[in-house]
C-alpha cells in the first residue's frame, strides 16, 4: 500500500475519532443538564380568570377537589385520573384551562412543551422525560403539563415496529413514568394537542389519558363572557355593545378576541383617547380580519374596475345564495395582508353544517373569478382569485374525502383508507374536479341571470370604495 494511502487512511480515522468524541462530549454535557433544568413554577390564574368552556372546568374542578380531599374518594375506592388531555382548536385556552387547574389546586405548576423531549442525542429526550417526573414525584402533589405532545405521542407506524426509534424512546418513556406513580400521589399530567386525530392509541387508553375534555371554539354567550373579562381589565367605555360584538365575532378563539381588544386598545392609545371605544374595536376588527387599508392606494382605473365586479360577484352571491350571513362591509381598498379588496360577511351561529351549505359556501368562493369572467371575458380573469382558489379546493377536498357527500365516492373517509392503506388521495381528484365545475357553471348561471345588479354593486364599489349591508339592501 503506498505511503500517502496509509496517511489518507489515519487521517479518515482521526476525523471519525474526532466527531465520535465530539458528539459523545455534547451528549454528556447535555445529560449533565437535566438535573440542572428547573420545571417549578407557580400559577397564579384561576378558574374565575377563564371564560367560556363552563364543561371543561367543571371537569376540572373535579380533579381539584380529588387533589384537596383524597379521602373522600378512597372511601368508594375511586381513583384520580392520571392524565387529562385538553384538545381542541388553536387559541381555545388549553394552556389557560391547565394554569387554571394548577392555581385552583394550589400545586406546582411543571409546564413543559413537547418539542422539549426532541433531541439529536439517543436517549436524551427519554433523560428528561424522567428528570420531569422526578422533580414532581419529589414535589409531591403538582400538575405536570406538557403542550403539544403530538411532538412525541404521535402514531407509531406499524404497531412497535420502530421501537429503536429516539420518538418511540421518548413516548416509551412517557407512558412508563405515568404507569408508574401510585393514583393517591396527587400528580396530574395534563397535556394538550391540537390533533387527537394523530397521538398513539397507547397514549389515549385507561391509565394513561384516561380523562379527555375538548375545549371548543366559544358560543355566543362564551364570547360575550370572555368580551367582558377583557374588556373590563382594559380601559374601555361603558356604552361598548358587547353583544353585537358577540355576533361580529363568530368562530373567534379566545386568544383572537383577546388580541381584537388588544389591538383596540392600541388603536385608543395612537389616537389619544381615553377610553376604548366601540369604533377602536371594529377598526381593530377590519384590520385582524383583512389587514389594514392603505391610506393612499395606487390610482389604478383598471385595477379598481376588476376589483369592484370581483367582490360585487362575491356580495351578491352570498346574499342570493346564503340571506341568513350579515354581509359586513365590501372593500376595493387594498389592505396590509395583500388582499386588492375583501367581502366581509358573519355566518349565523348554530346551524347545522349541511351538503347544500357547503356547496353554497363554494359558490360564494367562486363567485369573484366568475363575475371577471361575466363582465370581461374568459382571456382576461386576474390572479385577484387566488386565495379563493386555495379556499375552495380545500372545503371539496374535505366534502369527498372527509365527509362522504360525493355521490360517486359515497360514503367513504378517504383520509382514513390512505392512512390504513398507504395510499394517495388521487383516486378522487376527478370527483373534486366534477364538484367545482359543476358549481362554477350554476354560478355563472346566477351572475349572468342577475347581471344587472352585479353591475349595479360594481359601480357603487367604483364610486364609494366601501359598501356595508345597508347599501346591499337598497339594491
Do not use: C, W
Amino acid at each position: 500500500m503506498e505511503s500517502y494511502q496509509v496517511i489518507a487512511i489515519i487521517g479518515v480515522l482521526i476525523f471519525i475519532y474526532f466527531i465520535f468524541f465530539r458528539n459523545k462530549k455534547s451528549a454528556q454535557k447535555e445529560i449533565n443538564k437535566l438535573n440542572e433544568v428547573e420545571y417549578n413554577s407557580t400559577s397564579n390564574t384561576k378558574f374565575n380568570d377563564v371564560a367560556g368552556n363552563y364543561e371543561a372546568k367543571e371537569s376540572l374542578l373535579e380533579i381539584v377537589d380529588f387533589i384537596k380531599k383524597p379521602d373522600k374518594y378512597k372511601r368508594f375506592n375511586a381513583r384520580m385520573p392520571k392524565g387529562v388531555l385538553l384538545y381542541g382548536a388553536p387559541g381555545t385556552g388549553k394552556t389557560l384551562m391547565a394554569k387554571a387547574l394548577a392555581g385552583e389546586a394550589g400545586v406546582p405548576f411543571y409546564a413543559v412543551s413537547g418539542s422539549d423531549f426532541v433531541q439529536i442525542y439517543a436517549g436524551l429526550g427519554a433523560g428528561r422525560i424522567r428528570t420531569l417526573f422526578k422533580k414532581a414525584k419529589k414535589a409531591g402533589k403538582s400538575v405536570i403539563f406538557i403542550d403539544e405532545i403530538d411532538a412525541i405521542g404521535k402514531k407509531r407506524v406499524g404497531g412497535n415496529m420502530r421501537g429503536s426509534d429516539e420518538g418511540d424512546r421518548t413516548l416509551n418513556a412517557l407512558l412508563t413514568e405515568m404507569s408508574g406513580f401510585s393514583d393517591d400521589s396527587g400528580i396530574v399530567v395534563v397535556a394538550a394537542t391540537n390533533r387527537i386525530d394523530t397521538l398513539d392509541n397507547a397514549l389515549l387508553r385507561p391509565g394513561r389519558f384516561d380523562r379527555q375534555i375538548e375545549i371548543m371554539l366559544p358560543d355566543r354567550n362564551a364570547r360575550k363572557d370572555i368580551l367582558n373579562l377583557y374588556l373590563e381589565k382594559r380601559n374601555s367605555d361603558d356604552k361598548i355593545d358587547v353583544d353585537k360584538l358577540a355576533d361580529l365575532t363568530v368562530y373567534f378563539s379566545g386568544a383572537m378576541i383577546e388580541n381584537l381588544i388588544n389591538e383596540a386598545a392600541l388603536l385608543a392609545i395612537r389616537e389619544s383617547s381615553e377610553k376604548i371605544n366601540i369604533n377602536h374595536i371594529e377598526n381593530a376588527y377590519l384590520n385582524v380580519i383583512a389587514g389594514t387599508e392603505q391610506k393612499n392606494p395606487t390610482d389604478n382605473k383598471r385595477q379598481k374596475e376588476i376589483t369592484s365586479y370581483h367582490e360585487a360577484g362575491h356580495a351578491f352571491v352570498s346574499r342570493y345564495l346564503m340571506p341568513e350571513n350579515k354581509v359586513i362591509r365590501v372593500s376595493i381598498i387594498p389592505t396590509s395582508k395583500g388582499a386588492g379588496g375583501y367581502t366581509l360577511s358573519t355566518p349565523g351561529e348554530n346551524e347545522v353544517v349541511t351538503k347544500a351549505k357547503i356547496k353554497k359556501q363554494l359558490s360564494v368562493l367562486m363567485a369573484g373569478r366568475v363575475a371577471e369572467e361575466v363582465f370581461f371575458g374568459k382571456d382576461n380573469v386576474t390572479i385577484g382569485a387566488q386565495n379563493d382558489i386555495e379556499r375552495s379546493t380545500s372545503i371539496a377536498i374535505d366534502y369527498v374525502a372527509k365527509y362522504g357527500m360525493d355521490e360517486s365516492t359515497g360514503f367513504v373517509n378517504f383520509n382514513v383508507m390512505a392512512d390504513k392503506l398507504n395510499m394517495s388521495l388521487n383516486s378522487i381528484e376527478s370527483s373534486i374536479k366534477k364538484l367545482i365545475d359543476e358549481l362554477y357553471f350554476e354560478v355563472m348561471h346566477i351572475i349572468e341571470k342577475n347581471r344587472d345588479k352585479v353591475e349595479e354593486i360594481a359601480k357603487l364599489l367604483i364610486e364609494k370604495e366601501v359598501l356595508y349591508e345597508s347599501d346591499l339592501n337598497n339594491i
